[in-house]
């Protein structure tokens, strides 16, 4: 069975400042992994992808997300943090055995970022 | 940039009444999906639907759920006999094909709240 962890209920960084937020899966053959975003009172918006290729994959609003397969971790990160990236951050896997594209979620981090 | 609509925001609905949550996925989509998110919980998925079936389903969804594409664009979940358990934010999503390259697009939500 698939699962994702993600390990920090919220991370708070000073604007300016890098952000990284955590992300582990378990998965039982090639993961398919996503970032979302969620701000208040909206949906799930789609940052990024990792699919195969290159391990470092660019998404929206300047974030990226590292895969590294040893570690089955997939962390997003985004140099330069903005008030506005606020916001809460889901990790997602896909297993590629899936036919249908069933997502499972991790529970979610809330970032904080500061003034 | 199109836009999964869903309708209501915000249901209450007495327990045991029967509830039916609406969504228009993007309109060139044609693999369709609902999440919930109970509060403070993990995005959990319940169905998904291609040419008019159900495709896989979890273990959630039993019985007091059904979905319907009644139309060419709406796509709708029904809760039978609704439980206090039900209460949750239920998410819609569509894709334009199953291949993980193509991500889920995802609604604001229904906040369903069952009394």
């Known amino acids: 069975a698939q699962s994702v962890a993600q390990p920090e209920d919220q991370v708070n960084v000073a604007e300016g400042n890098p952000l990284t937020v955590k992300c582990t899966y378990s998965?039982?053959?090639?993961?398919?992994l996503f970032w979302y975003v969620q701000y208040p009172n909206r949906g799930l918006q789609f940052l990024l992808k990792?699919?195969?290729?290159?391990?470092l994959v660019k998404g929206s609003y300047g974030f990226e997300a590292e895969f590294n397969k040893s570690q089955t971790s997939f962390h997003l990160k985004k140099p330069s943090a903005l008030v506005s990236d606020s916001a809460l951050y889901f990790c997602a896997v896909r297993d590629w055995a899936d036919s249908w594209g069933k997502l499972q979620f991790g529970a979610g981090t809330q970032v904080v970022v500061t003034p | 940039e199109p836009e999964v609509t869903q309708t209501p925001s915000h249901q209450v609905t007495q327990m045991g009444q029967e509830v039916i949550l609406r969504c228009v996925p993007i309109s060139n989509h044609l693999y369709f999906y609902w999440y919930r998110q109970i509060l403070g919980q993990k995005v959990e998925f319940l169905v998904s639907?291609?040419?008019?079936?159900?495709?896989?389903k979890s273990e959630i969804f039993d019985d007091q759920f059904s979905v319907e594409r009644p139309d060419g664009s709406n796509f709708t979940l029904k809760i039978r006999s609704t439980k206090l358990e039900d209460s949750a934010m239920y998410f819609c999503?569509?894709?334009?094909?199953?291949?993980?390259?193509?991500?889920?697009?995802f609604g604001d939500g229904t906040r369903l709240s069952i009394l």
């Open positions: 999503a569509s894709s334009v094909d199953r291949t993980a390259n193509q991500p889920q697009h």
């Open positions: 639907f291609y040419n008019n079936e159900i495709s896989e």
């Open positions: 990792y699919i195969t290729g290159d391990n």
């Open positions: 998965v039982s053959g090639n993961p398919y």
